[in-house]
T-cell receptor
Framework: DAMVIQNPRYQVTQFGKPVTLSCSQT?????MYWYQQKSSQAPKLLFH???????NEADTPDNFQSRRPNTSFCFLDIRSPGLGDAAMYLC?????????????FGPGTRLTVL | GEDVEQSLFLSVREGDSSVINCTYT??????LYWYKQEPGAGLQLLTY?????DMKQDQRLTVLLNKKDKHLSLRIADTQTGDSAIYFC??????????FGTGTSLTVIP
């Protein structure tokens, strides 16, 4: 049973061409996260939504934006992708209540920038 | 984000125990987690521990927390080839913002 779905699994874009990655969840969780993971590195939190409240990490570049139109969907928009933005992008969800929240991760979208 | 560090590689023989270590800097961390990532897949939560605990055991997994030294470890007993993966520790103060370590690649030699 798919719980956190990311589409597409592989995305190729051109340098400077806007790209949108999508994530959906069937868990009805309050919180949705976007992480960037480069090769052999830790997943880096970009931002998260707690319901409709957007929380940006201080070091997330302005080039990265996010939208959450409803509980189930969350989008990552990269306005002008650079070569350094090539990475795996992971979406995750959690219930959002204090108490050792488990995060459920999607399989990721691997972004290639040409 | 906070600094969470791990050694990059670990090799063990099948049947031996594996111990993966992690250090963190944020003394206000409330929750500490271990995740497993297999090739091409997302992260899967293995276990977590609250900061007011010293140890947690779950089948083959034992988590030890030394809060004074800000050191977390994951012991896998009777390591199997299916345990080969990258293991990430993560910490969170709020339970909503998570900061991951660099990951330890575990190789299990048959």
């Amino acid at each position: 049973d798919a719980m956190v779905i990311q589409n597409p699994r592989y995305q190729v874009t051109q340098f400077g061409k806007p790209v949108t990655l999508s994530c959906s969840q069937t868990l009805n969780h309050n919180v949705m996260y976007w992480y960037q993971q480069k090769s052999s590195q830790a997943p880096k939190l970009l931002f998260h939504y707690y319901d409709k409240d957007f929380n940006n990490e201080a070091d997330t570049p302005d080039n990265f934006q996010s939208r959450r139109p409803n509980t189930s969907f969350c989008f990552l928009d990269i306005r002008s992708p650079g070569l350094g933005d090539a990475a795996m992008y992971l979406c995750a969800t959690s219930r959002g209540k204090l108490g050792g929240n488990e995060q459920f991760f999607g399989p990721g979208t691997r972004l290639t920038v040409l | 984000g906070e600094d969470v560090e791990q050694s990059l590689f670990l090799s063990v023989r099948e049947g031996d125990s594996s111990v993966i270590n992690c250090t963190y800097t944020d003394s206000s961390s409330t929750y500490l987690y271990w995740y497993k990532q297999e090739p091409g897949a997302g992260l899967q939560l293995l276990t977590y521990i609250f900061s007011n605990m010293d140890m947690k055991q779950d089948q083959r997994l034992t988590v030890l927390l030394n809060k004074k030294d800000k050191h977390l470890s994951l012991r896998i007993a009777d390591t199997q080839t299916g345990d080969s993966a990258i293991y990430f520790c993560a910490e969170s103060m709020t339970g909503n913002q998570f900061y991951f370590g660099t990951g330890t690649s575990l190789t299990v030699i048959p």
